[in-house]
């Protein structure tokens, strides 16, 4: 089955399956909570979907809840997120639009493009291993190791780190994005951490003196690695 005529007989199954895929990914277990929460869809809606793609045979769902992908639900679900990377990069690095809307239009244009299109737009973009975000295409030599970054609440004063990764469920918080670019946050970045409470970690960037907050519900979806 190809991601235009799932699309034409199920237009949401696409962000179904690769949402699927990105908790699984990050979290293991995908519930119809989780999501419910993800995808900001009633749970009646995800029970309803769930049960779609079941008789598409592209997820199975256990006694428990959990719900996982089937071998073509998964295959399906990668192509999605390859795609959905891609035109992030051609909107942001080639076009310039501003990367705090790139994701949602890239969402918007994901299920149209054909697998000549991408793999022309792959190759002309050197064979990217990550998003702009950081977060990194399935199958690349770096998947396992951006995945399983440390948080950047996890830090302690002093630490100097360097962003990696803004995870695909941070992406999805309102207003994170665009505070990424107003504060110029970005995967590459060295930031310092200055000191932390129940509000968030007071960082600065580089070598800069100014100082900013980043509150606990963002600094939970930044990855990072220790700066050598």
Request: net charge negative; hydrophobic share 35%.
């Amino acid at each position: 089955m190809t991601i235009d005529s799932l699309h034409s007989r199920f237009p949401a199954a696409a962000d179904y399956l690769s949402q699927i895929f990105l908790i699984e990914r990050d979290y293991d277990k995908v519930t119809n909570l989780r999501l419910s929460e993800r995808l900001g869809v009633s749970k009646p809606a995800v029970t309803q979907s769930i049960k779609r793609l079941s008789k598409l045979e592209l997820v199975e769902q256990n006694r428990y809840g959990i719900i996982n992908l089937t071998e073509e639900g998964r295959k399906i679900a990668k192509e999605v997120m390859v795609r959905h990377y891609l035109l992030e990069h051609v909107l942001v690095e080639m076009l310039g639009y501003p990367w705090e809307k790139s994701d949602r239009e890239a969402k918007r244009l994901q299920v149209i493009i054909s697998d000549e299109l991408k793999d022309h737009i792959h190759s002309k973009l050197g064979k990217p291993q990550t998003c702009p975000h950081g977060n990194p295409f399935p199958d690349t030599p770096v998947e396992d190791e951006l995945i399983q970054a440390p948080r950047l609440i996890n830090t302690l004063v002093g630490d100097k780190v360097t962003i990696v990764r803004i995870t695909e469920e941070g992406e999805e918080i309102d207003g994170l994005l665009d505070f990424c670019f107003q504060h110029k946050l970005k995967p590459g970045v060295l930031l310092t951490v200055h000191a932390r409470d129940n509000s968030g970690l007071i960082v600065s960037i580089g070598k800069a003196k100014q100082q900013f907050l980043i509150p606990t519900t963002y600094a939970r979806h930044f990855c990072y690695a220790e700066q050598e």
